[in-house]
């Protein structure tokens, strides 16, 4: 079990003042009583009075309080699973993870800054179901469609180049798999939104993007990276080619835009500014929103609703519990009255 507010625990510490309180009180009444007269003369004048029934009255309370401060720190427990319908678009985000992707010309690098990108993207996302996938020579799902923001952001910290063993930049491949990654619902808009510098070796982006278009699936291309080119870090130096020149990766603009146009999309260039996550939040609002089915996880269930009833039970019984005996019920001795023998 844990307490989604656990500061309100905080107030349990007040339960054992009270109970000094309550023992202070009780001293001071006793010796106000013996100044009155003989304390055996004074039981035999109050024979209803019943010390035991105050007693109990006083931690009926304190059991009241104590449940009221544990509904207030939401106790939770195990796992709960529900089913929303939801109105929003599909998208599949497409990630570059090869080996140029390590270029630093943005900050910190071209990689990290995608992955800062696919998470603000995500944390815009309310209604809609969001998948992954990663390529670089070959592509492969690494999360399916999903409504789980959560899982989500985890599976994009673990992306780096050593995924995928085959190096190369193969878009088309990618946005083959992402078309295949939807889900059957109808009426729904869908994105590709692929995240690359832009170094197709493979070819057939085009091609794919014209094919994604005729399912009426919308292919955004963002641009990560410098047109001027920057060197790729390899831990010890940066990488070299064949006759030991240092290898410039560049930011192919030009063959972005072409992919974007073909897919009926738009090219984004990602640089050190938040305008390519506005620019791209305008144009996804604009996609058809349907209705989705989502499966959505809690890890844990609210049980505040024990201890409220055990709290309003507490309550009751300290209310219908009278300090005197109840002279309808004189026979019953539940509570014994010590000023009789």
């Known amino acids: 079990m844990r307490f989604e507010d656990p500061t309100y625990l905080w107030l349990l510490c007040l339960l054992p003042l009270l109970f000094l309180l309550r023992v202070a009180s009780h001293f001071k009444q006793r010796k106000r009583l013996r100044r009155l007269g003989d304390p055996q003369l004074l039981r035999q004048l109050m024979p209803d009075v019943s010390r035991a029934r105050r007693a109990v009255k006083?931690?009926?309370?304190?059991?009241?309080?104590a449940m009221l401060i544990l509904v207030l720190a939401r106790p939770q427990m195990g796992t709960h699973v529900s089913h929303d319908k939801r109105q929003g678009i599909e998208a599949i985000?497409?990630?570059?993870?090869?080996?140029?992707?390590?270029?630093?010309?943005?900050?910190?690098?071209?990689?990290?800054?995608?992955?800062?990108l696919v998470e603000n993207m995500i944390d815009h996302f309310t209604n809609d179901k969001v998948g992954l996938v990663v390529f670089a020579g070959d592509a492969f799902v690494q999360l399916p469609i999903t409504a789980d923001y959560v899982s989500a952001k985890m599976f994009l910290q673990d992306i780096n180049p050593s995924l995928i063993a085959t190096q190369g930049t193969d878009i088309g491949h990618a946005i083959q798999l992402a078309m295949h990654s939807f889900t059957q619902t109808n009426n729904i808009g869908r994105a590709i939104i692929v995240i690359?510098?832009?170094?197709?070796?493979?070819?057939?982006?085009?091609e794919a993007a014209a094919e994604a278009k005729k399912k009426g699936i919308n292919v955004f291309i963002l641009?990560?990276?410098?047109?001027?080119?920057a060197p790729i870090p390899t831990g010890d130096g940066y990488m070299k080619d064949a006759s030991g020149q240092t290898v410039m990766s560049a930011l192919n603009e030009q063959m972005c835009r072409k992919i974007a146009q073909a897919g009926s999309g738009m090219y984004i260039h990602v640089n050190n500014t938040a305008d390519a996550q506005n620019e791209l939040n305008n144009d996804l609002v604009k996609l058809q929103q349907g209705t989705t089915d989502a499966?959505?996880?809690?890890?844990?269930?609210?049980?505040?609703?024990?201890?409220?009833?055990?709290?309003?039970?507490l309550l009751v019984v300290d209310v219908c519990l009278m300090e005197t005996r109840n002279p309808l019920l004189k026979k019953v001795t539940i509570f014994k009255n010590k000023g009789k023998r």
């Open 58 to 65: 006083f931690w009926l309370m304190m059991g009241a309080l």
């Open 93 to 116: 985000i497409c990630m570059d993870i090869s080996n140029s992707m390590l270029a630093e010309d943005v900050v910190p690098s071209r990689l990290e800054k995608s992955k800062m």
């Open 196 to 206: 690359t510098d832009g170094e197709d070796h493979e070819g057939g982006a085009e």
């Open 223 to 229: 641009g990560v990276g410098d047109p001027h080119g």
């Open 295 to 313: 499966v959505v996880y809690s890890d844990y269930n609210e049980q505040f609703q024990a201890f409220a009833i055990i709290a309003l039970i």
